[in-house]
């Protein structure tokens, strides 16, 4: 009896994103190529080019599919607004360490779909719910999305340089001060302890921190 043939994928694009986020996931340190997808599909590389233009319009796909992924793990979340906020933030974050090749390319590439747009819209909703409105909402905006991406994707550097072992967001912020003399540097030896500690995924929260608190006291004022 002739073994059958493996059948084929069908491919769409939701197929194709979900196979370049694996291969994200599986390979952190690789930055898939249409050929690795071709193999991990069991298709020719140039069938994706029938479905994304290039390698830009996969990607944006993948990290609308991620923004989507954050938001819906937010908006099942309790709690305040800083406390959703808190959440999605997180999740983004989480996000990053898990698909490093994708999420590393946030600070350059605006994925401009329905999951990026959602994530605009929760961001503003719950500032909003903060009390803030007009340039104030706007500035809020802007201080919490810039800072998120651009850690975000310094947060999946990391993971692509050092692998999965990395997936921890525990890559040291400072690995080392080097032969510098740091008796010429009162502060830094006198912390240099507690700043050799520090860690990708501390700074984030420390920085999403100050942002929120910042927001908190605005919103404050606003109000009174």
């Known amino acids: 009896m002739t073994a059958a043939a493996p059948r084929r994928t069908r491919l769409d694009q939701r197929v194709i994103v979900d196979?370049?986020?694996?291969?994200?996931?599986?390979?952190?340190?690789?930055?898939?190529?249409?050929?690795?997808?071709?193999?991990?599909?069991g298709v020719d590389a140039t069938a994706m080019y029938r479905h994304f233009r290039n390698?830009?319009?996969?990607?944006?796909?993948?990290?609308?599919?991620?923004?989507?992924?954050?938001?819906?793990?937010?908006?099942?979340?309790?709690?305040?607004?800083?406390?959703?906020?808190?959440?999605?933030?997180?999740?983004?974050?989480?996000?990053?360490?898990?698909?490093?090749?994708?999420?590393?390319?946030?600070?350059?590439?605006?994925?401009?779909?329905?999951?990026?747009?959602?994530?605009?819209?929760?961001?503003?909703?719950?500032?909003?719910?903060?009390?803030?409105?007009?340039?104030?909402?706007?500035?809020?905006?802007?201080?919490?999305?810039?800072?998120?991406v651009s850690q975000n994707a310094a947060l999946a550097h990391e993971v692509m340089r050092n692998g999965a072992a990395a997936r921890d967001g525990s890559t040291p912020w400072i690995s080392t001060f080097g032969a510098v003399d740091l008796a010429q540097y009162p502060l830094v030896r006198e912390h240099r302890d507690a700043l050799l500690a520090i860690d990708g995924l501390t700074v984030y929260r420390a920085g999403v921190a100050a942002i929120l608190d910042s927001i908190e006291r605005s919103a404050q004022d606003l109000g009174e």
Request: hydrophobic residues 50%; glycine residues 8%.
């Open 19 to 41: 196979a370049l986020l694996e291969l994200a996931r599986a390979e952190p340190g690789v930055r898939p190529t249409f050929k690795r997808l071709g193999e991990a599909l």
């Open 55 to 148: 390698k830009d319009e996969l990607t944006r796909a993948a990290l609308d599919r991620l923004a989507e992924t954050a938001v819906a793990h937010a908006l099942a979340a309790e709690g305040s607004w800083r406390e959703r906020l808190e959440v999605y933030l997180a999740r983004a974050a989480e996000l990053s360490l898990e698909y490093p090749s994708v999420a590393i390319e946030g600070a350059v590439l605006d994925p401009a779909g329905p999951g990026d747009v959602s994530a605009d819209e929760l961001i503003l909703g719950l500032l909003s719910e903060a009390g803030l409105e007009g340039a104030a909402l706007i500035r809020a905006y802007a201080a919490v999305s810039g800072f998120a």
